[in-house]
Nanobody, 123 residues
Framework: QVQLVESGGGLVQTGGSLRLSCAAS????????MGWFRQAPGKEREFVAA????????YYADSVKGRFTISRDNAKNTVYLQMNTLKPGDTAVYYC????????????????WGQGTQVTVSS
């Protein structure tokens, strides 16, 4: 059974940084593309970033490009999201997700989801 467990969320001031982690219990983790999504209250879940199975390719939403960095360690079955220069608009529950092989930006394209971790950015 696949499990994704996010951690690292919290409360931070505007301009601060956080690093999210997602530990995956996937035996063939290196064959899965991984994505980060977020959902703010009253809004739909939106794409944040994704990384290819090998880690050689990544893709970002325009709203986070240049501020967030996605990375992965296939030896540790873990994907990370480094978030810098945080803004109040980044406040949301952040979810990691997994799908076989190719990255995607649509939530419906992912097969497995974590439970989410709350990120709150105060002004």
């Amino acid at each position: 059974q696949v499990q994704l467990v996010e951690s690292g969320g919290g409360l931070v001031q505007t301009g601060g940084s956080l690093r999210l982690s997602c530990a995956a219990s996937i035996r063939t983790f290196s064959s899965y593309a991984m994505g980060w999504f977020r959902q703010a209250p009253g809004k739909e879940r939106e794409f944040v970033a994704a990384i290819s199975s090998s880690g050689g390719f990544s893709y970002y939403a325009d709203s986070v490009k240049g501020r967030f960095t996605i990375s992965r360690d296939n030896a540790k079955n873990t994907v990370y999201l480094q978030m810098n220069t945080l803004k109040p608009g980044d406040t949301a529950v952040y979810y990691c997700a997994a799908r076989r092989f190719r990255i995607a930006t649509m939530p419906g394209s992912y097969d497995y989801w974590g439970q989410g971790t709350q990120v709150t950015v105060s002004s």
